[in-house]
């Protein structure tokens, strides 16, 4: 399945994505949003220069792997963040914490979906977000292969490659399609709640990592369910899909947070996020 291009009609071309600061949203400012970008750039320049060759592979105790490429981008988005701001904290996949209780905290994720990016599956990216009092307030999601790049400011548009983009309506939840990173990531106490959603949906897909997300909010697809994740693996997604009239909770329904647990619940359609809620109540 291809996705939209920029140019199609749904989409609203837009010469300045970038928000200003405004007393609605006092957690961001333009600047914030031009650095998320230019970290996003470079995140971009190092996976480029490395999709090549085969990575050298480490596999962590949770026996998921991280290659040099994951370690490469972090270390270089942190180091362009301790220079421009050196009071904010940092939560990276890779190394971890650092001043995380700052008011300003930066997520970031190299290589959203490490494992497919191993295999040359081309689906990975990479994730990044300002957090404003624990808030996710700026996210980008940055899709290399796709040449895609989706960016949220709370209280903005979301936009891709330039575009804003819009999520769909879902009239039912029985014609609504399903996406999940991986069905082997849901513990076995989770799984029954995972089925009754599932069963109720027409159609799932399956491990388009970060991708699946920036789908949902360009309105390709309608709800999207996962586990086993930490705040570096979804922060982006609030702003992004809140900024094209979705919306994203864990499984309690309670807003995405530095603190939220593994478990994350998106939907396109409010409507259809609770009804799904709903369903997966305990």
Known sequence: MNPPSASQASETIVTDPIPSQSAA?????????????????RAR??????????????????????????????????AMIARVYPGHGILGEEYGPENAEAEHVWSLDPIDGTA????????????IALLHGGRPVVGIIDHLVTDDRWIGARGRPTTRNGAVIRTRRCALLARA????????FFAPEERPRFERLRAATQWRIYGGSC??????????????????????DYAPYAPI????????????GRPITIDTGPQI??????????????LIAT
């Open 241 to 252: 899909l809140e900024g094209a009239g979705g919306i994203i909770t864990d499984w309690e």
């Open 211 to 232: 991708y699946s997300y920036g789908l949902l909010a360009s309105g390709r697809t309608d709800v999207a369910i996962d586990t086993g994740l930490s705040i570096h």
């Open 45 to 78: 320049a190092v996976m480029g220069a490395r999709l090549a060759a085969p990575p050298d592979i480490e596999i962590k105790p949770d026996s998921s792997y991280v290659t040099d490429t994951d370690k490469a981008i972090e270390r270089d988005l942190r």
């Open 177 to 184: 399609m399903l996406s999940a990173s991986n069905p082997d």
């Open 25 to 41: 949203d006092p957690g961001y400012g333009a600047e914030h949003v031009a650095f998320a970008i230019e970290l996003a750039d």
């Open 265 to 278: 619940l998106a939907a396109g359609d409010p409507e259809r996020h609770a009804e799904a809620l709903a």
């Open 116 to 127: 497919a990016f191993v295999a040359g599956l081309p689906v990975f990216g990479t994730l």
